[in-house]
């Protein structure tokens, strides 16, 4: 499966961006899908994670109450709503596909820059 990030951007602090992460030439069903982030200087992390009927959702302790991730199975889509955006929250953003709860994540998106400005 092929994954297609969008959305970052440079945002005030406060400020609200959606991520987006089309996924082509696979059974989007077939994948729980999970968005990461990296910061400058920093080991990339696992900020949320949706399993393949979005029934099941996991948040890093930093993104409850402030991102929310989700899917549309119709559009092959994964989605970060990321609100009260902090300077901290600057990082590259990728989406990543797996097949199975504790197999790699194997399919990963290009990244996309979020910068929060104070």
């Known amino acids: 499966v092929q994954l297609q990030a969008c959305g970052g951007g440079l945002v005030l602090a406060g400020g609200s961006l959606r991520l987006s992460c089309a996924a082509s030439?696979?059974?989007?069903?077939?994948?729980?899908m999970g968005w990461f982030r990296q910061a400058p200087g920093k080991e990339r992390e696992l900020l949320a994670r949706?399993?393949?009927?979005?029934?099941?959702?996991n948040y890093a302790d930093y993104a409850k109450g402030r991102f929310t991730i989700s899917r549309d199975s119709a559009k092959n889509t994964v989605y970060l709503q990321m609100n009260s955006l902090k300077p901290e929250d600057t990082a590259v953003y990728y989406c990543?596909?797996?097949?199975?709860?504790?197999?790699?994540?194997?399919?990963w998106g290009q990244g996309t820059q979020v910068t929060v400005s104070s």
């Open positions: 990543a596909a797996q097949m199975g709860v504790v197999t790699p994540w194997a399919y």
């Open positions: 030439g696979g059974t989007f069903s077939s994948y729980h």
């Open positions: 949706i399993s393949r009927s979005g029934a099941v959702i």
